[in-house]
């Protein structure tokens, strides 16, 4: 293998021997790729188009020992370190230009246990991994509502999903975790064992250590009456502010979204996601509202396999486009906010691009915000803006809609999902200051050296 240079901590560059990194990958029942190595372009490739960036290696672990021997050379050479769960972060931080990237993506078996209704995944599995095979059980847990999404990063950040009323975020599911420390270290976390830094994962982000197996409680999921509602765009005020007073009091079986988008066909809309997961006659009431109000010219709510509404968003996500996403936390969905929403997507640069409140849902807030390090509880909605587009010269007004819509929106926000932040969005604004202070001295515990600084970086406390 040949030498390459590798960035470190400092900013520096250092000379990794072509014996060392051979020795690496003796190590490893996964792959050590080099810039010369076929494979590399399509590991270091991920799902937003935007980002194109070279580690210097990348280390495709098959499992936890993997993972391991890639921490320890990692530390040996002080290297930078980015660790990929599905890829899928808008920010792409997960690519480390010119570092060490230890890349989880081959670790994507999910295994079901009906009986201790438990799902273990590795910590490269994506949604449509663990979906598709949990529902072969009837099973399924809160995840995120696009298939191709990490289970990784979003569990780690908490994650907001259509089963968010019945059973809260992802990470209130999360029942352990193994995770690789900075110093090399393998644990478990859990409520019985390492309890602190089971919290910390729970909304955290990959602050602690690379994670690389998950275990959720999953709970049974049959049929769920699902789909959107369209409306033509200019209805578009009145159906946001009717949807801010529906979902202001839905039952805990039902979550729900709202979005200005265009269908497949190019014509501007306003829909109203619905997920109902229960008894399927209640379902029919609760959503009667959605089916009469204006009426819509859309109504595909309709009784589906829970995969199916998990994967209905997919095909206007593709890998591979170019994606800008930024976003708040919002309270209620207030004619303020909805008229702010409505006048900027007026001016949305391509169809491909969307502007979305999404519902946490009742049990997620039911948590006491001090239980996990997902502290934003008082939180209501997501507000999520993306841009999605094609064409590198269209970078630049793609950019801005999201960031003036974002700006516009900012008197509405109360904080920030941590897995949506994105360039000058800080770390403080995605949690409660007890929260920081206490994910502070966990990292000091964990990570003193702030081995794992390539995310949403919590600053280890002196
Ligand atoms: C199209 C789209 C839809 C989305 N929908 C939702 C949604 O419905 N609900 C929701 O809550 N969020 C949603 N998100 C946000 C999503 O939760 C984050 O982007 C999340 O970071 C993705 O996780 P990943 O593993 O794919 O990301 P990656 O890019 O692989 O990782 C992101 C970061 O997480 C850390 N990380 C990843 N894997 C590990 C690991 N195994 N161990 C330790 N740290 C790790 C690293 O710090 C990494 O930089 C969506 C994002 C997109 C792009």
Redesign the pocket.
């Known amino acids: 293998m040949a030498s390459v240079m590798a960035l470190t901590t400092d900013g520096s560059d250092t000379g990794l021997k072509g014996e060392a990194l051979e020795a690496l990958a003796g190590r490893m029942r996964g792959t050590l790729l080099t810039p010369a190595a076929d494979g590399y372009d399509g590991a270091r490739a991920?799902?937003?188009g935007m980002i194109d960036r070279k580690p210097a290696i990348i280390g495709r672990c098959w499992g936890t020992a993997d993972?391991k021997a890639c921490v320890e050379f990692a530390r040996e050479h002080d290297l930078l370190v980015?660790?990929?769960?599905?890829?899928?972060?808008?920010?792409?931080?997960?690519?480390v230009e010119g570092g060490f990237m230890i890349d989880?993506?081959d670790?994507r078996s999910t295994h079901v246990d009906p009986a201790r209704l438990r799902a273990r995944a590795?910590?490269?599995a994506?949604w449509i991994d663990f979906d598709t095979e949990t529902q072969a059980f009837g099973l399924a847990t809160t995840?995120?509502?696009?298939g191709?999404?990490?289970?990784?990063?979003?569990?780690?950040?908490?994650?907001?999903?259509?089963l968010g009323g019945r059973y809260g975020?992802?990470c209130d599911n999360l029942a352990s975790a193994n995770?690789?420390l900075a110093d090399g270290r393998v644990v478990t976390a859990s409520a019985d064992e390492n309890d602190d830094l089971f919290w910390g994962?729970r909304g955290g982000?990959?602050?602690?250590?690379?994670?690389?197996s998950?275990e959720y409680q999953v709970h049974p999921v049959p049929l769920v009456l699902a789909g959107p509602v369209f409306h033509p765009f200019p209805a578009a005020a009145g159906v946001l502010n009717f949807y801010s007073e529906f979902s202001s009091d839905t039952p805990d079986e039902l979550n729900t979204g709202a979005a200005l988008l265009h269908t497949p066909e190019g014509m501007p809309v306003a829909g109203i996601i619905g997920c109902w997961n229960g008894p399927h006659d209640a379902g029919e009431q609760a959503v009667r509202p959605m089916r009469e109000f204006g009426p819509p010219v859309v109504d595909e709510l309709q009784p589906m396999p829970y995969g199916a509404i998990q994967s209905a968003?997919d095909p206007m996500?593709p890998v591979g486009n170019r994606?800008y996403?930024k976003g708040h936390l919002i309270g209620r969905v207030t004619e303020e906010l909805v008229a702010v929403m409505v006048d900027h997507y007026q001016r949305v640069p391509t169809p491909g691009s969307v502007a979305i409140v999404?519902q946490l849902g009742n049990a997620a807030k039911r948590v006491d915000s001090a239980a996990t390090a997902f502290s934003h509880r008082h939180a209501d909605y997501?507000l999520?803006i993306?841009a999605n587009w094609t064409d590198p010269a269209d970078d630049e007004r793609c950019i801005r809609w999201v960031r003036e819509l974002y700006d516009a929106a900012e008197p509405f926000g109360i904080g920030h999902?941590v897995?949506?932040l994105i360039d000058d969005m800080s770390v403080e604004s995605a949690y409660q200051p007890d929260t920081l202070r206490r994910l502070e001295s966990l990292k000091a515990k964990y990570d003193p050296t702030n081995f794992?600084r390539?995310?949403?970086n919590i600053p280890p406390s002196s």
């Open positions: 991920i799902w937003n993972v980015s660790v990929r769960g599905g890829g899928h972060n808008f920010g792409g931080k997960c690519v989880l993506a670790m590795g910590g490269g994506k995840g995120g509502t696009v191709d999404t990490g289970i990784a990063g979003l569990t780690l950040g908490g994650g907001i999903g259509w975020l992802a995770v690789v994962l982000s990959g602050n602690f250590g690379v994670v690389t998950f968003l996500l994606y996403s999404q997501e999520t993306l999902y897995n949506s794992f390539m995310n949403p």
